[in-house]
Nanobody
Framework: VQLQASGGGLVQHGGSLRLSCAASGRTLRNLDAAWFRQAPGKDREFVAAIRRNGGTTKYADSVKGRFTISRDISKNTVYLQMNSLKSEDTAIYYC???????????????????WGQGTQVTVSS
């Protein structure tokens, strides 16, 4: 499975961005997918996940109500719509996927074998 993340950039406080993660090698129908992020000097942290059934999502408390994870099976792509962006959202965002996660581990980095390259999101104050 190969994952290609895109959509990062520079945005003002309160603005919006949509990240994309295009998957190849396996259909998202058989993969759980997630977004993680890593801010300068900090550990990588969970942001959002969506299960292979497309009906179950999970979010970090810090992004609930502002970010939405979704997917388009026809494009085999996962999205992260980010609204009301804050300076603390500045980070490199990574998409990840795996075929063998379970519900309780959706937010754990160790649950994912496949990772895309990061895409930088910078929120200016």
């Amino acid at each position: 499975v190969q994952l290609q993340a895109s959509g990062g950039g520079l945005v003002q406080h309160g603005g919006s961005l949509r990240l994309s993660c295009a998957a190849s090698g396996r259909t998202l129908r058989n993969l759980d997918a997630a977004w993680f992020r890593q801010a300068p000097g900090k550990d990588r942290e969970f942001v959002a996940a969506i299960r292979r059934n497309g009906g179950t999502t999970k979010y970090a408390d810090s992004v609930k109500g502002r970010f939405t994870i979704s997917r388009d099976i026809s494009k085999n792509t996962v999205y992260l719509q980010m609204n009301s962006l804050k300076s603390e959202d500045t980070a490199i965002y990574y998409c990840a996927a795996d075929s063998q996660t379970i519900l309780s581990t959706l937010g754990s980095q160790r649950a994912y074998d496949y990772w895309g390259q990061g895409t930088q999101v910078t929120v200016s104050s």
